[in-house]
């Protein structure tokens, strides 16, 4: 099955600085991801998604670049703020399942 | 609009015993998925139910079960609870996919100790 991981578990930065959040996937099948932010006490709450079609896609401070040559992805978070803290999560879709696997995660911690 | 609602916050158990978790989907959702997601981890799928079916099931044991009820609402029971049944479930809701849409919606979780 799909194997979703990230290779670093917690991202410590300066209020203001961007921030990159990597994530690597095993399964070449996936063709939907999606990065979801989870707060302490809450359940994750989607961010952005892309499709394998693309290589990348913008959002609201937020953009998430594709490389399915070496099966990776990144969010990357413009001038982060103390309101960003979270554990920030990748999953894969595809290969006939529309169900997201998950990786464990990375914590991301804003300094002020 | 509420969003996806789950009762109750918080649980604690002891071993051996049964428990009954529910969820409430986002208004206008028909489909229910459930999450077990322990302590440093990712959520890990459990079931899906849409029209009071499960859909779909992840690699958990029959000790799991759920139910789906016509006003979409849905419980996820859990029976002989071990101490590794300890975490947060999640319930996520969503439009049936072959309405086109993917994205699900998730709730704040319940957080269930077992002792």
């Known amino acids: 099955g799909e194997s979703v991981g990230l290779h670093l578990p917690t991202l410590s930065v300066q209020e203001g600085d961007n921030s990159i959040i990597n994530c690597a996937y095993s399964?070449?099948?996936?063709?939907?991801f999606i990065w979801y932010k989870q707060e302490s006490g809450k359940g994750p709450q989607f961010i952005i998604d892309?499709?394998?079609?693309?290589d990348k896609r913008q959002g609201q401070r937020v953009t998430v670049l594709l490389n399915k040559t070496v099966k990776h992805l990144s969010l990357q978070i413009a001038a982060t703020q103390p309101g960003d803290s979270a554990v920030y999560f990748c999953a894969g879709l595809g290969g006939g399942s529309y169900i997201p696997t998950f990786g464990r995660g990375t914590s991301l911690i804003v300094h002020p | 609009d509420a969003g996806v609602t789950q009762s109750p916050t918080h649980l604690i158990k002891t071993r051996g015993q049964q428990v009954t978790l529910r969820c409430s989907p986002k208004s206008g959702h028909d489909t229910v998925s459930w999450y077990q997601q322990a302590l440093g981890q990712g959520p890990q799928f459990i079931f899906q139910?849409?029209?009071?079916?499960?859909?779909q099931r992840g690699n958990f044991p029959d000790r799991f079960s759920g139910h789906q009820f016509p006003n979409y609402s849905s419980e996820l029971n859990v029976n002989a609870l071990l101490l590794g049944d300890s975490a947060l479930y999640l319930c996520?809701?969503?439009?049936?996919?072959?309405?086109?849409?993917?994205?699900?919606?998730f709730g704040p979780g319940t957080r269930l100790t077992v002792l």
């Open positions: 139910y849409y029209e009071e079916e499960e859909r």
């Open positions: 892309i499709r394998s079609n693309m």
């Open positions: 996520a809701s969503s439009l049936w996919i072959g309405q086109g849409t993917n994205e699900q919606f």
């Open positions: 399964n070449s099948a996936s063709d939907y």
